[in-house]
């Protein structure tokens, strides 16, 4: 290998540029597979097992990280021992999730949840908000409504978009701000439970069209509340028990540290990526007869594949909430307790709450959560605009917990220092979207064109919704298709 070459392999950030200047030579190790899936988080991972040990084909899975799992994120309390989950939290028992975890002998139940006591307060201003939750009683038919209006549309959104109808066919309902949805559906008692159980993920909840809402919020989701489909967790308490099941089935076709270069895809079915590992520092050439990308389809991520105009065109459309969770801890924050972010303004002035006034962006920290029992740790989950930092992320739960101090509202214990972080993760974009006037030009079917263009099938939130039952129910429908044209 020339010093040159060295020179390109060792400087990353060189290499979207330089991309185009890398022979075959460069590599160190060749790869003939019939797959190439790139990202290993549900939808990638699910893919892998199922076009292996299902239907025969040879892949090899490009992970960017150490590990499978994606959003699924399992830390070890150091003050107890036992593990907590801050990523994916539980499990949709909907579709194949149920013989997904059979498969990989991983044993499931319901989650052991702790009983909290949740206190409100405005995050921004520091100061109590007298906010009183709706009781059950007026939820439950909030949700009944809730279901029996979006049921007639279950077909068109889940698993994907497979059967969406025609742009001049949309329902009206997908196509209103939620606002409005929720105003004619009367469900003004349950939009604050959608909203902190999954809703969030879209950020401005009440502006967002309702066909986006409901991929952070679907009858899954809305059945779970009225009973119809249980939620469910490993037996272990380790989300991630699942996801290293199947790294150990699938051994060696996993490349981990790594991400793609450079590509080359061709339309008469033969794929050449240029794959680098990051912590050996070499490349390997994988070709393959296809490539499944599994990946948020943003176009910085997309950069090395040399989208054509008709990908870009579409792709580009795209707009990301993102999504934050970390573990934290402080002597001030109350264990047992949930402290959740409700905005002073949410209460008029004759003291009733108006349950529709809730966090937005550019950036929001959604509730301090105490894991419970006896340790110290607090989930915290943020959501902003897509571009958010990390250090933001980290930067705001530190200043909406010393302005909850500083106010009182949160009771200062002496000598308690800063907050601490104890775990970090961000799972950048997702809540993938586009605005109403896209839809109605036909967006969806644009998007679903694009599958097996240039050898090239595509997996993911921005092809279903972010959750990971019907990310695998959406594989399902997908891989006979990509397998029929191998």
Known sequence: ????????????????????????????????????????????????IRLKEDYGKSIVLIEKQAALGGHVNTYTDSGT?????????VFNDWGPARDFFDRMNV???????????SQYMDFKTGIATPYTPASFADIIPAFNRFYT?????????????????????????????????????????????????TGLGVGHLTNTLTIWVLATFNTPMIGYFLGLYPL?????????????????RLGSDVRYHSTVIQSIRSATGNVTLWVKNHSANTITLVKAKKLLLAIPPTLSNLAPFNLDHQEHSVLSKFEYSNIQAGLVT???????????????????????????????PPLFNVRYDSIGGNSTLFRVLLVGIQGTTTSDGK????????????????????????????????????????????????????????????????????????????????????????????
């Open 107 to 117: 044993s499931v139940g319901p989650p052991n949840r702790a009983a909290l006591t």
């Open 149 to 197: 209006a979006v049921a007639p549309y279950e077909a068109m959104l889940l698993p994907g978009y497979f059967d969406f109808p025609p742009a001049n066919q949309i329902p009206a309902d997908l196509l209103i701000p939620f606002g409005e949805f929720i105003k004619k559906h009367q469900l003004e008692t349950a939009v604050n439970l959608i909203f902190e159980t």
């Open 395 to 486: 930067n705001l739960v530190k200043n909406d917990l010393n302005r909850l101090i500083a106010q009182g509202t949160v009771p200062a214990t002496p000598g308690a220092g800063n907050l601490q972080i104890q775990a970090w993760v961000n799972h950048g974009p997702m809540h993938a979207r586009v605005s109403k006037q896209e839809l109605q030009q036909g967006f969806i079917q644009k998007l679903y064109a694009l599958q097996g263009r240039k050898s090239t099938w595509w997996t993911g939130g921005a092809w279903s919704c972010n959750f990971q039952a019907v990310l695998w129910a959406f594989d399902d429908e997908l891989l006979p298709r990509l397998v029929a044209t191998l």
């Open 81 to 89: 021992g036992l593990p907590v989950d801050f990523g994916v939290n």
């Open 330 to 360: 402080h002597p001030s924050l109350p264990i047992q307790n949930s402290l959740v972010n409700i905005p002073n303004d949410a209460i008029f002035p004759n003291g009733s709450t108006d349950y529709t006034v809730l966090p937005k």
């Open 232 to 248: 469910i967790t490993p037996t272990s308490g380790r989300n991630i028990e699942l996801y290293e099941a199947v790294a150990a």
């Open 1 to 48: 290998m020339t010093g040159f070459f060295k020179f390109l392999l060792a400087s990353s950030a060189f290499m979207p540029a330089l991309s185009a200047l890398l022979p075959e030579s460069i590599a160190t190790s060749i790869v003939n597979k019939d797959v190439a899936i790139v990202g290993g988080g549900a939808s990638g991972a699910y893919a892998a």
